[in-house]
């Protein structure tokens, strides 16, 4: 693969930009191809099985498009998908997962809020996370942010109704002890204004998106993939929707300078326990964590 390549980054909707804009921010040379799933958002609610696939499909899709590597820029994603996601091809995928690590080693009082989906919050994936750190003492409260994806996949990051929600979320954080709540989606950034509004400076507020462009940069340098810096030359970048793509459009000329038209494309689902298996409707009733 050249190191030229594009570097393919997706989530189910418009909430891995936050991530998107911090790999743009570090490697602005780097090209990028960015897809939101956001005709299956959210994927929180969704059955762990199905996200897998759909994160195989749309990672496939990045391969068969040129992508060098993967960003998973979605923790429900990475907490059901990474595993068959580098099992499926040998090439680097970087995931994200809630900042259980830097909040643990921010927090004074040790008590911790954690913002995440309930796929998030039910997986193996986050139970072990969690546990390499309740081992040290610190508390976690753990808490689905339902509700919130859905508002901002609408564009919608400040209404009455999301004040509600973060109210009822973080009230009971903050009265058990809290001073630190990660932000375990990678939705909830463009949520930090409207909580420091209702909040102030009582929560520090844990966001990974700066690490994983970090983490991307080590990773192309290990593989010997970073594109070439070449002089005032910023990469390409193409975003794509699988729906809804005005929703996309809105936040990307909201956060990205001249940000590319939308795309709409059809992402077919070709998982290992084939197409079968992800013949469900795109809305399936909530489950429970
Ligand atoms: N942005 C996603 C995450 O980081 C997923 C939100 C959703 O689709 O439920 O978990």
């Known amino acids: 693969m050249p190191s030229n390549a594009p570097i393919g980054v997706f989530d189910s909707g418009l909430g891995g930009l936050s ?21 299956f958002a ?3 609610e969704r059955p762990d099985a199905f996200i897998e696939q759909r994160s195989l499909a749309i990672g496939r899709w990045l391969r068969e498009h040129g992508a060098k590597a993967l960003v998973v820029a ?20 970087v995931g994200v997962e809630p900042g259980i690590k830097p909040a643990a080693a921010s927090s004074t009082r040790g008590v911790i809020g954690v913002l995440a989906t309930a796929a998030t919050l039910r997986s193996t994936r986050f139970a072990e996370l969690l546990a390499r750190h309740t081992a040290q003492g610190q508390r976690f409260l753990c808490q689905p942010g339902r509700g919130l994806v859905e508002h901002i996949e609408a564009g919608d990051v400040d209404s009455p109704e999301v004040m509600a929600l973060l109210e009822q979320f973080i009230d009971p954080m903050l009265s058990q002890g809290a001073d630190t709540l990660v932000l375990g989606c990678t939705h909830y950034p463009f949520l930090i204004p409207a909580i420091r509004r209702r909040f102030g400076t009582a929560l520090t507020l844990i966001d990974t998106g700066a690490a994983i462009a970090r983490q991307l940069q080590r990773r192309l340098e290990t593989d010997d993939l970073s594109a070439p810096r070449l002089l005032n030359a910023s990469g390409s970048l193409q975003l794509f929707a699988t729906a809804n793509a005005t929703a996309l459009q809105t936040m990307a000329d909201r956060l990205l300078p001249n940000a590319p ?4 494309v059809e992402i077919a689902d070709f998982g290992p326990r084939g197409p079968a298996s992800l013949d469900l409707p795109p809305n399936l009733p909530i489950i429970s964590v």
């Not at 991530?19 to 005709?39: F, G, K, M, N, T």
């Open 19 to 39: 991530v998107l804009q911090a790999v743009r921010a570090l490697l602005p040379h780097e090209s990028l191809l960015y897809v939101a799933d956001s005709h």
């Open 42 to 44: 959210p994927y929180g």
């Open 74 to 93: 979605c923790n429900t994603a990475t907490a059901h998908g990474v595993a068959a996601l580098r099992a499926d091809a040998p090439w680097p995928v």
């Open 261 to 264: 038209r939308v795309q709409t």
